[in-house]
C-alpha cells in the first residue's frame, strides 16, 4: 500500500532512527547507577539495531554503559548476535520466532569507581 512505502522511505527510517537513538539516550539519562534498560524495537534491520546500540556506545569514554545477557531471553526462539566484541542483542526472525521481527538489547548503567 501507499502508505507501507511512506513508512519504507529512506527518509522516514532516517527519521525515525534519529528518534530511537534520542529515545535511548533520553531513557539512559533517566537510569540510577546500575539500574537497566531494555531497548527493544519491532525491526529486523541492522542498521534500526545493532547499529543504534553500537552508536550509542561509543558515545561514553568512562562509565560505558555495558549490555547483558539473559538466561530468560536466551529461552525464547531467537538468536544471540554480536554488536561489538563485547556486546550482545537478541534477534528475533519473523519466520522462526512467529513475530514480525523484534529485538532487543539489556544495557545497564554502571556504578562509578
Do not use: H, W
Not at 13 to 40: C, D, F, P, T, W
Amino acid at each position: 500500500t501507499e502508505s507501507t512505502k511512506e513508512l519504507f522511505d529512506t527518509k522516514n527510517i532516517s527519521a525515525i532512527m534519529n528518534i530511537q537513538r534520542k529515545v535511548l539516550e533520553n531513557g539512559y539519562s533517566l537510569l540510577i547507577e546500575g539500574g537497566l534498560l531494555v531497548y527493544a524495537t519491532c525491526s529486523f534491520t541492522k542498521s534500526q539495531n545493532e547499529d543504534i546500540i553500537q552508536s550509542f556506545l561509543d558515545k561514553f569514554n568512562e562509565n560505558k554503559p555495558i549490555t547483558i545477557r539473559s538466561s530468560e531471553i536466551e529461552k525464547m526462539p531467537c538468536k544471540e548476535v554480536k554488536i561489538n566484541e563485547n556486546d550482545i542483542g537478541y534477534r528475533f526472525d519473523p519466520e522462526i520466532s512467529q513475530t514480525g521481527g523484534l529485538f532487543i538489547c539489556i544495557i545497564q548503567k554502571p556504578i562509578p569507581k
